[in-house]
């Protein structure tokens, strides 16, 4: 019986505020509890709260119309009842059971209706805090969670609360209110069959709850396959070329049919669970058919019951099934959705980043890093770095392959936060600056090619303070007027994703013309020689100098030929600052300097032949 | 050719109708080998509907002789035909599980054979059709999507399938025991289907519209995501929010239709059902009034009536799942209708190569007469030629935007030139099977990519030689090739962890990681499209070092912008405004960059 307690629990939690009580008695899935973990997770009625008048509209909606429903069989068996009883009107019957089916059609017809509605606002809604959200966080938060951790989030995550939503608020509830009311009908109509019909009621539950928790758990198998499949079908579309020039196509495949060989698997083990328990739950409907004929029909011959309502009995039995099934499915709705909800409720509590920062004025550009340390999990990224940057001077970075070149400039524009030490710009910790003013004075040139799938001017302007004079300067000094012009949409140019039909050299101008737009006060760029000549780049830092005067220049590269004027220069190797100081002081006291300028010498005569081209 | 369209979004005319039914056959046709499955399901399944159907007429006739006959009233006939609705309800029992077994595993097959489709095209296709389409929306139409197909087949198929024989035997019957009655009963079905009919290319519409905003939206959030340190460091996260908040009302709106499209059978097939009950009840009493149906077979009615209704109107909550899943199975099927336009040409143009009267023995690989263009009409090389020999270096220079990598993606045939021909070996490249092509050629490409698992796991990515090779073993080839040193540059060496989409190493440990995987499949041809750019100089020695100690025969094309990477070259070539040219020596090819106005 203990099934048969719980819909009668949820029923009770429905009339109360259904916020609380319904919610974490219908998320531990009934008696004898599943996990205990759920009930600390946030309450999937709780997200309802906002929408407390359409949830409510929809379940009063869908009480009628299966009210009318309960209805129809009893019309039915009055008709048959009147009929046997000779003393029949036809037009009566007729009238009320049309009366019954356009009822039970428009208020239908307005429960699907309000149903759809409410559940894409709902996910809009929910979709937009997310995002917004999502928004207001730093860079370290979405590398922590992610990116297509958030995208399944925004996705599949919030379509399972929609299909709460849609499906099993109203179907919990009208079905809880089928069976109630089909079992009231019974019991008044005959109570001794009535209770051999209601019995089933257990049964069917039973098996369903049973089934449903194995099934439950291979559900969570079957999503994180899913997510493993996902997985390599995401690495072979984003890796496309590097397959093609290997041809190893077939690799893929093999790990991929792995993954989808396991799914199948898996599929097929529900599936094995799924044909166990329809079979039970059709025989047992079945049996109740059984008990109806043979111990209805000794009612009617001893007369202790109707003709009109054995006919109802058989009625309300089809009437009785198939909300015990819809409770047993949603129950997996709504476990999933509350998987879905834990996950995004994450993201959605995840604290906003503290705005500490209240100076604005304009940077002069002067840039003080003292005893910087910044570890990414165990690995020391960035071990005490000291180092200050006078205002308008040039200082490079130079350092080999993973020594934390990229990550010191991450620090500088906010995106990470040292683990230790500080960073000053003109006297002030970094901190305290206004973001929004911070950032629209440092313009930061990433290494990699980022574009956006929009025009060339919207990807140069892409920061909301760029003028019309400042974009056509920008692109002035990023060298790229004569590419602009040549195109035949020029600037409203949509530059496609990942920026496939640009070269890494045009990607890494229309960044740097990016970051100038700004006209910010510190250039930080990284790594901006590696894809562009060096006739271009003279050009371009010569540009520079003319076009952005005082400009504080803070540039990682790897080319000292470019760098033998800069009034500092940098070294780091594995994390620590080697040595600082000018060229000619590094190439008097620093060996590992010494040895990087070697390494380029024998070319640097054309180096410099164009320097002073 | 190489204009191929493979644009999914821009749908071309042959594609855009596809109706229902030769849709599902194609979907079917997927599995050749499990059609004898299939009609043994079919089969149950009619055994199913036969025992379902049996039972009413068995009430009927025991309400008929034994409780309604008030001459003989026997309720030991009652309880011999309980009997007999014991053992067919014990029969229908075995039927329902074998039913649900072999039906249910016919889907789960489907779909299995299905996803591995989409993924074998998707590895057929070329460079070009991934340039061509948001990786976001690929990725949508190839998860999402299918996992659309995946809830019909997994969820709804069986019930669709079995539903279909329920209604059709639930028909045959109420036409059997009175076909007057029958035929009023089921009269309200034909207007069913007439609605469903013209309703149907409505929804599915709706669907397909809901379909593309979800993939949108999806392509939408991949890129703001994966360039959030940009948005972040312009100050613009009011941009994400907005262009975020474009896709999803547009989502919501399509959504919301689609939805009150699903929605639209439930109803209408609910009121058409109690229209049936409705004939049942006012003619079938007026036909027992004149004397020609009994009370009995109108209790059996009404089940029928129920077993005819019920599933058609659960039918009607399957339809629409069944047009969303047609809708998806159309944006699959248009992967799935792409065809590579880079097919392996049979061998025997060979002759034709030949006959050029070129006297010279036949270079490793030559250019005739190349010219290029994008299929958006952008032109990017013009009339090239030129050879490659054996065992030499080549370099090519020239400003960004050049056509540079172009040249190098045309020798690796990501591309098929517009004009001209490619010849490698002397053999037009077209006529090498992917496979051999591969072989020969390493490309190291200016985006490294690497896949999620270990640097071992990356550097033999595709590597038949070495791919059984221990830790030991693999040290002893890297030390022999002088890869062994790049190693250090990685915290645990061989099992540093990675993750493809990660921040977690630096853009040069990624190209450190390329290179080796490139250098260790001992390609004949190895291109590096400025594959050390971001590795510091010293590095990037020993990197020159190693090329230098690969095989005497290996010849190397290097595209790179830091002159020194260079300065070894045998030749050089200037790649600028569609134009190979060849540049005597390091001098040359420098003033050629001086001078040279660029085009680009």
């Given at each position: 019986m203990s099934q048969k307690n719980q819909p009668t629990k949820q029923a009770g939690g429905a009339a109360a505020?259904?916020?609380n009580a319904a919610g974490s008695g219908a998320v531990s899935a009934?008696?004898?509890?599943?996990?205990?973990?759920?009930?600390?997770?946030?309450?999937l009625f709780g997200l309802l709260k906002p929408y407390r008048g359409l949830v409510l509209l929809l379940i009063a909606l869908s009480f009628v119309s299966n009210g009318i429903n309960l209805w129809i069989p009893k019309i039915i068996a009055e008709g048959i009842d009147s009929f046997t009883g000779a003393k029949l009107d036809t037009h009566y019957i007729i009238w009320k059971f049309l009366a019954a089916a356009i009822g039970v059609f428009v208020f239908t017809w307005g429960t699907t209706f309000l149903q759809t509605y409410a559940s894409e606002r709902v996910a809009r809604d929910l979709r937009t805090r997310l995002a917004d959200r999502i928004s207001r966080q730093n860079y370290t938060f979405l590398q922590k969670t992610n990116p297509s951790q958030l995208l399944t989030n925004l996705t599949s995550d919030v379509d399972s609360i929609k299909m709460f939503v849609s499906q099993a608020v109203v179907s919990i509830f009208s079905s809880i209110f089928v069976i109630i009311g089909a079992s009231t009908l019974l019991l008044f109509i005959q109570w001794q069959l009535a209770l051999a019909v209601i019995a089933i009621i257990p049964i069917i539950g039973i098996t369903f709850y049973i089934v449903l928790k194995k099934v439950r758990a291979l559900f969570k198998t079957s999503r994180e396959i899913i997510d493993w499949l996902n997985k390599v079908i995401n690495e072979s579309i984003l890796g496309a070329a590097l397959i093609r020039v290997i041809h190893s196509q077939n690799l893929e495949y093999v790990k991929f049919l792995e993954a989808n060989a396991k799914a199948l698997g898996l599929g097929q083990r529900i599936l094995q669970l799924f044909a166990s328990l329809i079979p039970v739950i059709i025989f047992t409907a079945n049996m109740a058919t059984l008990t109806i004929l043979a111990l209805g029909g000794h009612f009617v011959i001893t007369g202790h019951m109707s003709l009109g309502n054995f006919s109802a009995f058989n009625n309300y039995l089809t009437l009785l099934i198939f909300p015990i099934l819809v409770i047993g499915f949603m129950s997996n709705v709504i476990a999933q959705a509350s998987a879905s909800y834990m996950r995004i409720s994450g993201v959605l509590n995840a604290?906003?980043?503290?705005?500490?920062g209240t100076i604005t004025k304009d940077l002069r550009g002067k840039i003080e890093l003292k005893d910087v340390t910044l570890s990414y999990g165990e690995k020391?990224?960035?071990?005490?770095i000291s180092f200050t940057v006078a205002p308008g001077s040039k200082t490079a970075i130079i350092g080999p392959t993973a020594a934390g070149k990229t990550q010191l400039l991450y620090l500088l524009t906010a995106l990470n936060h040292p683990d230790s030490g500080s960073i000053e710009l003109d006297g002030h910790p970094?901190?305290?600056?206004?973001k929004e003013d911070f950032h629209r004075q440092v313009g930061f040139v990433f290494q990699d090619s980022i574009m956006f799938n929009m025009s060339i001017r919207e990807n140069i302007a892409?920061?909301?303070?760029?003028?019309d004079e400042s974009l056509a300067r920008a692109i002035e000094t990023a060298e790229l007027k004569d590419f602009i012009d040549a195109?035949?949409?020029?600037?409203n140019t949509v530059v496609s994703e990942r920026g496939m039909s640009l070269s890494g050299g045009q990607k890494q101008r229309i960044m740097l013309a990016r970051a100038l737009a700004i006209q910010p006060r510190i250039l930080l760029l990284d790594?901006?020689?590696?894809?562009?000549d060096s006739q271009t780049e003279q050009k371009i830092l010569a540009n520079v100098r003319q076009n952005y005067p005082g400009i504080t220049l803070l540039s990682v590269t790897q080319k000292i030929a470019s760098i033998e004027d800069y009034e500092q220069i940098i070294l780091l190797m594995e994390s620590e600052m080697i040595a600082s100081g000018t060229h000619s002081h590094l190439m008097a006291t620093c060996p590992e300097y010494v040895q990087i300028y070697q390494s380029q010498r024998s070319t640097s005569h054309y180096e410099q032949h164009e320097l002073q081209s | 050719m190489s204009s191929t369209n493979y644009n999914l979004n821009i749908v071309t005319d042959e594609q855009k109708k596809t109706s229902t039914w030769p849709a599902l056959r194609k979907l079917i046709d997927l599995?050749?080998?499990q059609k004898g499955r299939l009609y043994l399901a079919l089969v149950i399944m009619i055994i199913y509907a036969i025992l379902t159907m049996v039972a009413p007429i068995i009430v009927g006739s025991t309400i008929n002789n034994y409780i309604l006959n008030k001459t003989h009233q026997d309720y030991s006939g009652i309880i011999r035909n309980c009997g007999w609705l014991l053992l067919i309800f014990s029969l229908n029992l075995g039927a329902v599980y074998f039913r649900t077994i072999l039906m249910g595993g016919f889907g789960q097959r489907l779909l299995f054979s299905l996803r591995n489709a989409i993924f074998n095209k998707l590895q057929e296709l070329p460079v070009a059709f991934f340039s061509q389409n948001k990786a976001g929306d690929l990725i949508s139409r190839v998860n999402n999507d299918t996992d659309k197909i995946n809830q019909f087949f997994s969820q709804s198929l069986m019930q669709f399938i079995s539903s279909l024989f329920i209604i059709g035997g639930a028909g045959i019957f109420l036409l059997v025991i009175n076909w007057k009655l029958g035929l009023a009963t089921l009269a309200p079905s034909v207007l069913m289907w007439v609605f469903a009919k013209f309703v149907s290319p409505w929804v599915k519409k709706k669907n397909a519209a809901s379909l593309k905003s979800t993939g949108a939206m999806s392509g939408e959030i991949q890129e703001s995501l994966g360039n959030f340190k940009v948005v972040l460091a312009f100050n613009r996260r009011d941009y994400f929010r907005q262009r975020f908040s474009e896709a999803n009302t547009d989502n919501y709106t399509t959504s919301i239709g689609a939805g009150i499209a699903n929605q639209v059978y439930t109803p209408v097939f609910g009121f058409f059902a109690s229209m049936g009950q409705l004939v049942v009840l006012t003619y079938g009493i007026y036909l027992i009034t004149i004397g020609q149906f009994t009370a009995g077979f109108l209790i059996s009615f009404f089940m029928y009536v129920n077993n005819f209704y019920d599933p058609l109107r659960q039918m009607a909550a399957l339809w629409a799942n069944f047009q969303l899943a047609i809708a998806s199975w159309d944006r699959i099927s248009k992967i799935l209708s792409m065809e590579s336009d880079l097919v392996t040409l049979p061998d025997d143009s060979l002759a034709a190569v030949g006959?050029?009267?070129?006297?010279?023995?036949?270079?490793l690989l030559e250019f005739r007469d190349v010219s290029f263009r994008y299929p958006?009409?952008?032109?990017?090389?013009?009339?090239n030629s030129f050879r490659m020999e054996k065992g030499k270096t080549y370099a090519l220079v020239g400003p960004?935007?050049?056509?540079k990598t172009t040249t190098a993606s045309l020798i690796a045939r990501l591309y098929d030139p517009t004009e001209g021909k490619i010849l490698l070996g002397g053999r037009d490249?077209?006529?090498?099977t992917p496979a051999e092509r591969t072989k020969k050629i390493g490309f190291i490409l200016q985006e490294p990519f690497l896949f999620t698992g270990t640097v071992k796991e990356n550097i033999l990515?595709?590597?038949?030689?070495?791919?059984?090779?221990?830790d030991e073993d693999l040290h002893t080839v890297l030390e022999q090739s002088g890869l062994?040193?790049?190693?250090?540059?990685?915290?645990?060496?061989?099992?540093t962890k990675i993750v493809s989409?990660?921040?977690?190493?630096s853009l040069g440990q990624k190209q450190l990681i390329a290179f080796i995987r490139a250098v260790l499949r001992n390609p004949e041809l190895l291109i590096l499209?400025?594959?050390?750019?971001?590795?510091?100089t010293v590095t990037e020695k020993m990197l020159e070092e190693i090329l230098r100690r690969l095989p005497e025969t290996t010849t190397r094309v290097i595209i790179a912008h830091r002159l020194n990477t260079i300065e070894n070259a045998d030749e050089i070539f200037f790649v600028n405004g569609g134009e190979i040219t060849r540049a005597g020596s390091l001098d040359q090819a420098v003033d050629m960059l001086l001078q040279g106005k660029r085009v680009s």
């Open positions: 505020p259904p916020e009934g008696p004898g509890g599943k996990r205990g973990n759920k009930p600390k997770g946030p309450s604290p906003d980043p503290v705005e500490t020391r990224v960035l071990s005490d970094l901190d305290n600056y206004k892409f920061s909301d303070t760029v003028t195109l035949p949409d020029g600037l790594d901006f020689t590696a894809r562009v | 599995l050749p080998d006959a050029t009267g070129d006297a010279r023995a036949p270079a958006d009409g952008k032109n990017v090389l013009f009339n960004t935007g050049g056509g490249i077209r006529t090498y990515y595709g590597n038949e030689e070495y791919k059984d090779f221990s062994e040193t790049l190693l250090t540059r990685f915290d645990e060496g061989l099992a989409a990660g921040d977690g190493i499209d400025e594959a050390t750019a971001n590795i510091d």
